[in-house]
Nanobody, 123 residues
């Protein structure tokens, strides 16, 4: 699966951004799609995931109620709407994909990754 993420940028705390990720190479409906983020010196951490074959979204506790993940199967695209952004949300955001499964949200369970898009939130 090839993934192309976009939508990052520099915003002030309290503002919103929407990330997009377009997938190609596999039947999109069969893919679980996830968003992860990473800052220098830290491991890549889970942010949100939307299942392919099951009607389920999963969120990290740190973003629950502020971030929303959605998918448009007709456009082979997954979105991450990020509201009430905080400086701790700063990082490189990566889109990831895997064949739909009931496995957990660890980065180890995803086998396709996009190039990352930088999100910077100033205080």
């Amino acid at each position: 699966v090839q993934l192309q993420a976009s939508g990052g940028g520099l915003v002030q705390a309290g503002y919103s951004l929407r990330l997009s990720c377009v997938a190609s190479g596999r039947t999109f409906n069969n893919l679980d799609m996830g968003w992860f983020r990473q800052t220098p010196g830290k491991e890549r951490e889970f942010v949100a995931m939307v299942s392919g074959n099951f009607p389920r979204q999963t969120y990290a506790d740190t973003v629950k109620g502020r971030f929303y993940i959605s998918r448009d199967n007709a456009a082979n695209t997954v979105y991450l709407q990020m509201n009430s952004l905080q400086p701790d949300d700063t990082g490189v955001y990566y889109c990831a994909a895997r064949m739909s499964t009931l496995a957990g949200a660890s980065p180890d369970f995803f086998d396709s990754w996009g190039q990352g898009t930088q999100v910077t939130v100033s205080s």
